[in-house]
């Protein structure tokens, strides 16, 4: 299992960003996909996560919700995450993770735990 995150980039206060992350070598709709983000001297968490296609289950963070949108990109096999509204607080490197085998109602507490498998980040700076 491979995942590419990309799209990060420097952007102003206010401003919006559209982050991808690419499943190689399998079918990233078969897998709950998490968006996390670690700032530095801080913990990582979870920003937004989606479940399988067999459900598309969605999670967000609270400091997220209202202003970021995961969805799938079934003919890229990718992820994505579209972030309005970006804050300098939302600057960090951001991960895609995926996992597999579990249920919808565990959504939750994977995106918030972690997941199985990671890809390498991308970093995203909000100025002010």
């Known amino acids: 299992v491979q995942l590419q995150a990309s799209g990060g980039g420097l952007v102003q206060a206010g401003g919006s960003l559209r982050l991808s992350c690419a499943g190689s070598?399998?079918?990233?709709?078969?897998?709950?996909v998490g968006w996390f983000r670690q700032a530095p001297g801080k913990e990582r968490e979870g920003v937004a996560c989606?479940?399988?296609?067999?459900?598309?289950?969605?999670y967000y963070s609270d400091l997220t919700k209202g202003r970021f949108t995961i969805s799938r990109d079934q003919a890229k096999n990718a992820v994505d995450l579209i972030m309005n509204y970006l804050e300098p607080e939302d600057s960090a490197v951001y991960y895609c993770?995926?996992?597999?085998?579990?249920?919808?109602?565990?959504?939750?507490?994977?995106?918030?735990?972690?997941?199985?498998?990671w890809g390498k980040g991308t970093l995203v700076t909000v100025s002010s």
């Open positions: 989606i479940h399988s296609i067999s459900d598309g289950t969605t």
């Open positions: 993770a995926a996992d597999y085998g579990y249920g919808s109602a565990q959504l939750g507490v994977r995106c918030r735990d972690g997941m199985d498998y």
């Open positions: 070598g399998f079918t990233l709709d078969y897998y709950a």
